[in-house]
């Protein structure tokens, strides 16, 4: 049986618990917890910035469950996917979750040290522009705010390279009830994904006959799952923002709840969302 890598074990005890790893060591937390350095001496901008720090560590945690979720689909290993897809759903419900804390902020706690941020802004994520991308939605726009950072750039340019994982999926989806010569719609690697007739006939198909094609069935689920809860985090977004900024303009020069809100109406799978009116 492996050792826990908390767990010193018989050697470690010999040495003594100072020699051995330690919970500090084990997780760094002697550099985790200097990262967090407020510009100003405002109490509540060190609530935005964990807040925000937190959250790109969940984003991290979202992109490498994603990565591994289209290694396990092109590998055929279906039920390692829905577990992977089953997490970055959680994460996404974990992350809904942080804008509890960060509600407790009041505009005038904000304006406190807005002016600190500068530029900033959230808008910047590369993390959250790599998720969009692998997922579906695909806006080359959105590569301009990291053109200062060449291998951030790099990395997301080489991602709208490469069909995204919902692609991956509706090649399974067509090979799966037309065969292995079906004709598959090209993949959509430059702009958002659009539904495509094609592609929400065949999930018809799929609910329409959910014993011949369970596996298909319970992925558009696993889908439409994930979708629900990052709706959700974007919806609680716009609220937030609205509800401390108001619609004043965001720090990075976005129209800021005006933006947000259009970015409410994106679609990640829109033919999973749209069949459920012909059923």
């Not at 609530?47 to 990565?67: D, G, R």
């Not at 989806?173 to 592609?199: M, N, R, W, Y």
């Not at 004043?248 to 969302?273: A, H, I």
């Amino acid at each position: 049986m492996s050792k826990h890598p908390y767990d010193p074990g018989a050697e470690g005890a010999k040495m003594g618990f100072r020699d051995a790893m330690s919970y500090g060591d084990y997780l760094k937390l002697e550099h985790l917890l200097v990262q967090q350095c407020p510009l100003s001496s405002a109490h509540d901008e060190m609530l935005f910035i964990i807040q925000h720090q937190t959250s790109e560590l969940w984003m991290k945690l979202a992109l490498h469950e994603m990565s591994a979720a289209r290694a396990a689909l092109n590998a055929g290993n279906m039920p390692a996917m829905f577990k992977m897809l089953a997490r970055v759903a959680r994460i996404f419900e974990q992350l809904n979750n942080a804008w509890d804390v960060l509600r407790t902020m009041t505009p005038a706690d904000y304006t406190t040290f807005r002016e600190a941020l500068g530029l900033s802004s959230g808008f910047q994520s590369y993390q959250y522009r790599m998720i969009e991308y692998v997922l579906g939605n695909r806006n080359p726009n959105m590569l301009k705010p990291h053109e200062h950072m060449p291998e951030v750039h790099k990395m997301l340019s080489d991602e709208l390279a490469r069909p995204s994982f919902y692609d991956d999926i509706i090649r399974l989806l067509f090979t799966t009830i037309d065969g292995p010569h079906a004709k598959i719609p090209e993949p959509q690697l430059k702009s958002p994904h659009a539904s495509v007739p094609e592609v929400q006939a065949r999930w018809r198909q799929v609910y329409e006959d959910v014993d011949t094609y369970w596996v298909l069935y319970e992925l558009g689920e696993k889908l439409v799952d994930l979708e629900d809860y990052f709706r959700r985090w974007r919806f609680n977004h716009v609220t937030t923002v609205e509800r401390v900024i108001g619609f004043k303009r965001g720090t990075g020069g976005t129209s800021g709840v005006d933006y947000l809100r259009k970015m409410l109406s994106v679609e990640l799978f829109p033919e999973l969302w749209h069949l459920r009116g012909e059923l």
